[in-house]
């Protein structure tokens, strides 16, 4: 029964293969065939020799095989190059004779060899078809766990600065005739500063949304790296005054396409991370080196550095650092991951590793012409 059934499961994927033909495939094997033909003429007439025009017809069925769906462009073509060499270029010419020697040989071994080379053109395609699907799968697979790592950074980031915005307001309702002037304003700055987080946050995940909703591609244009890290620190120091910032421009004047304001975003991420992550008061750096090829952003904090277990999977959405303390400013997951779609839809690659003393981030993007779309 199972004998039966793969017998009849082969046969009809046979007939499939066989009928899958379309105009188009029928005006590839037209069109080959009269260029074989016309080159196998120009031949004959040169050289007043018919032993290797066969060659050619041999060569067009290699190439109908290659570019046609299916077995039967390649059957017909070569049965129509066997019926071409009997009538054009064999004695007595414009006519047919079947009965000429070696004939049958000529006409099944090129036969053999048209369905032969259709049937491994046709398996190369059709596992061109299978990596691409599971190309595609493994990208869907790839997108769902960034979508449920992101998920997790933002329920975690998210309930940090709330649990201090509940709590501050409440100190101060439950405790406003307690509390001194200071202690107030204490309490409403605590306020103000989680609320910019959660601002911060709407912001990144807004950014994030956009890009992934566009097929994760951006509008690029011709920007000045030196004005990009500048405003992007000019955003960083509204938003924390006292954050110290130290700004290596680079000596050439160098314009790359990208979307200006998302880059800035991920400067702006990469820099608040330190300032709050680093444990540290020098100054945190900022500089750009510029190659041949591509242009590589680097922020450098001299703080605690990174644990090493945490470093393959900190752009996850996952990242957490162990000084993370119980106020708004919290781990670094949501930032960092959205630092990392920003610089993938770019098309250039982001990273972290630690030194001898603090942690370096950095990522690069192409110099490339602007793409517009």
Known sequence: MDKNGGWRRGKAAFLNQLWQCTWKDAAITFGVLFIATAAAFVYYRISASNINVVMFYTLALLFISRLTSGYLPGIAAAMV??????????????????????????????????????????????????????????????????????????????????????????????????????????????????????????????????????????????????????????????????????????????????????????????????????????????RAEIGRDTVTFFVTDQGVGIDEDKLETIFDGTGQTENSSADGHKGMGIGLSICKTIIVAHGGTISARNLERGAQFGFTLPRGEANED
């Open 81 to 286: 190059s066997v019926v071409c060499v009997n009538y054009l270029f064999t004695y007595p010419y414009l006519q047919l004779n079947f009965t000429l020697d070696g004939y049958p040989v000529t006409f099944i071994c090129m036969l053999v060899v048209s369905v032969i080379t259709s049937a491994s053109a046709s398996h190369m395609k059709q596992q061109s078809r299978i990596l691409a699907e599971r190309e595609k799968m493994l990208a869907e697979a790839e997108k769902e766990k960034m979508r449920a790592n992101l998920l997790r950074a933002v329920s975690h980031d998210l309930r940090t600065p709330l649990t201090g915005i509940i709590g501050a307001s409440s100190s101060y309702l439950e405790n406003e005739e307690k509390l001194d002037t200071d202690e107030k304003r204490a309490l409403v700055s605590h306020i103000g500063e989680d609320a910019n987080w959660l601002l911060n946050m709407v912001e990144n995940l807004l950014t994030v949304t956009r890009i992934r909703n566009d097929s994760a591609s951006v509008n690029k244009s011709l920007e000045p790296v030196e004005e990009v890290m500048s405003e992007a620190v000019f955003r960083l120091k509204k938003r924390i005054p006292d954050a110290n910032i130290r700004v290596l421009l680079p000596e050439e004047f160098v314009m790359i396409p990208m979307d200006a304001t998302l880059i800035e975003q991920v400067l702006v991420n990469l820099m608040e991370n330190a300032v709050f992550h680093a444990g540290s008061t020098e100054p945190i750096e900022c």
